[in-house]
DNA sequence: ATAATTCCAACCTGAAAGGTAGGATTTTGA
DNA sequence: TCAAAATCCTACCTTTCAGGTTGGAATTAT
């Protein structure tokens, strides 16, 4: 009884935000510039004091590094194809388990677990999940969004560009 | 800028405690019986007024049905086999969509759909998430649990009655 | 120097999760 | 006929958190 945690795959703008912020960074990987935070933030349309915090917990991560001063910013510390979207939403929510009874580690708060009507159903949607979490990179998305920005600019009869900023 | 949703495939208690109400609902579909909130609400040691909310939902969405007075209760409307848990949490929480932008039906609150670089990942999730969610019943449920429940019982030596109450 | 940046910490707000309380209504059966 | 067992219904309460803002200190290139 009293159960309190809106977790799970919830997929908030923390992580949606964060998660395209990191597209955005994975753009630049090759060039090895930083990116400001007001640039990410720009592309996104959203606050940049809260996707500050956001980058803060990507920093915490090992995920990106920073660069203080004028033309500081960010830049990820990995190549894109060695970074999965399960390790950054991890980085910004927490965890990425849909209830605690599946989470490998703990198995805190269900007294019942192995009598539960329910677990397998858990289990079986968490391991899908984490399936497509952890086998999609950044390299996968980055390229995606290329094609994706190509294919429309070609439809515009445009030359093609697609950059940040 | 400023959404506000706490959506997604969340598996709140909500959904959680309903399912189970459910799996146990399924496990006396063949007797006939209706089983009283209160004997639903005491095997998942839960408040019965909570659940109660629950079972309304379940009801307002046609999956359960009751019987008011003495001896009253609920029963499922369908056998187990034709109600998945897709439909259940739908009843009970609304939507299992993580993100609106990948809402089949509606398309609102994201101005730049097609250009996003994340809306990929959000789609190949909801396609695994929808794929369990659809093609698991209340029946596999029921299965799974006599499965578990036989087990134990012959760990312990027992005779191997699983039933509610 | 100063402008552009990261860094840091505190604070605010509304909505929803999770839960409770209490009574009206219906039905069975002693 | 009346009491008990149930659903039905509505209003309320409390805590947490998503989502966001504010303001300033530290760093660094020009």
Known sequence: MNERQGRAVKLSTKGRYGIKAMVDLALEYESGNTVSIATLAHSQNISEAYLERQIVSLKKAGLVESARGVFGGYRLTRSPEFINVGEILRALEGKTTIVDC???????????????????????LQARIDDVLNSTTLQDMAEDYDAQIKFINSKKGDTGNASLS
């Not at 599946?102 to 079986?124: H, I, T, Y």
């Open 102 to 124: 599946v989470d490998g580690s703990v198995m805190k708060s269900c007294d019942n677990a192995c009598s539960c009507s329910a677990r397998p159903l858990w289990l079986k």
